[in-house]
């Protein structure tokens, strides 16, 4: 009887360092590949090799639109003048449902690989100070003064094993800086407090020893 249970422990442990190994590589895999298809759709391209077979290349329709994308932002930074932009900019901001979608997806790309990053400052906000309650977040607005909202800043707080969060206004004395990296926060965050960056020194030793 103790010899099977034993063997049912290790039978179930090595499943579950199985599925440990198994389930993000195959859930990123998938994510990838459904991304890659759905690039794929927005041009999709069939190579004939006879009169009546085509074959499809998986991948062939992302790099058309990345060197697409490539050669459109060397033109327009290269041959096109700025002024061409504030012009176009200056027409899409008097339309009022088109300047309302522009400027939020163009706003969106910027605050992650624009020259102003916008999710790159982690914070630690106090809630509530009589519960010492705190939520981690990322400062979005240090200056609110076009809101005539004065020593208070922007603070997004993302949902975790979601892609939406909430932005909250909050008193500049109830935000404290974290120092970490805003890529481990954001994981931390979106993973629920699960991934967590642990530093070595902080690992106990009996941990040290099985790695």
Avoid: C
Wanted: hydrophobic share 45%; proline share 5%; glycine share 6%.
């Amino acid at each position: 009887m103790e010899l099977r249970n034993r063997f049912l422990k290790r039978l179930l442990s090595y499943f579950i360092r199985g599925l440990v190994l198994v389930a993000p590589l195959y859930v990123t895999l998938l994510i990838i590949w459904s991304a890659i298809e759905f690039l794929d759709n927005i041009i999709p391209i069939n190579i004939p090799i006879s009169d009546q077979q085509t074959v499809y290349l998986p991948g062939l329709g992302v790099l058309i639109i990345l060197g697409g994308i490539i050669l459109l932002g060397f033109f327009f930074s290269t041959i096109v003048p700025q002024s061409f932009f504030r012009f176009t900019e200056s027409i899409m901001r008097r339309i009022p449902l088109v300047s309302l979608i522009y400027y939020s997806i163009k706003d969106l790309i910027l605050a992650f690989v624009g020259d102003k990053k916008k999710f790159n400052q982690p914070v630690l906000v106090t809630m509530y100070k009589d519960t010492g309650i705190k939520k981690i977040g990322f400062i979005t607005q240090s200056d609110l003064s076009q809101l005539h909202i004065a020593d208070h800043v922007a603070v997004y707080m993302p949902f975790s094993y979601a892609l939406s969060g909430e932005l909250y206004i909050v008193p500049k004395d109830n935000v404290t800086p974290i120092d970490a990296l805003s890529t481990d926060i954001m994981k931390m965050l979106v993973s629920g407090g699960v991934s967590m960056k642990v530093s070595r020194e902080e690992v106990p030793e009996e941990n040290q020893k099985e790695d």
